[in-house]
């Protein structure tokens, strides 16, 4: 029987709970915010790097995001997205912050997710 690994950073999410276009899913063994279609915050509670915040944004909107919260810093695996990790002292401070951002539709904050891939089988053309 497979475990469910409960993510204890979920309550991150919980501002979102009235928003209708809020939606949670399952992305890098984490879990992802999504609101008006866009990829905003990514909950991960899982070994470093992969224990923090991440906000899903652009290079360009780097600097504006840290003058903003000076705990952000650029994820050390995905470079293109900003991270505060789960054990920095603002973490819980930057967390409310970033999702009161979100709320706001700050356009620093959220990406358009890529389109999935379909698989080559599914787009392969039977033989006729």
């Given at each position: 029987?497979?475990s469910t ?7 991150i999410?919980d501002?979102f709970?009235?928003?209708p276009t809020y ?6 063994g984490?879990?992802a915010a999504?609101l008006?279609g866009?990829?905003c915050l ?7 790097p ?10 360009d909107?780097?600097?504006?995001l840290?003058d903003?919260?000076p ?5 050390p695996v995905?470079?293109k ?20 951002l979100v709320l706001?539709?700050?356009p ?9 891939k379909?698989?080559r089988?599914?787009?392969?053309l039977?033989d006729t």
């Amino acid at each position: 029987m497979p475990s469910t690994v409960s993510n204890s950073l979920l309550w991150i999410f919980d501002a979102f709970e009235r928003d209708p276009t809020y939606l949670r899913k399952r992305m890098f063994g984490s879990d992802a915010a999504y609101l008006d279609g866009l990829l905003c915050l990514i909950a991960a509670d899982r070994g470093k790097p992969w224990s923090g915040l991440l906000v899903c944004t652009s290079h360009d909107r780097h600097a504006a995001l840290i003058d903003t919260l000076p705990a952000l810093r650029p994820h050390p695996v995905l470079g293109k997205w900003l991270y505060v990790p789960q054990d920095d002292a603002e973490f819980e401070t930057t967390a409310a912050e970033l999702t009161a951002l979100v709320l706001a539709r700050d356009p620093r904050i959220g990406v358009e997710p890529k389109p999935r891939k379909r698989s080559r089988k599914a787009t392969l053309l039977p033989d006729t």
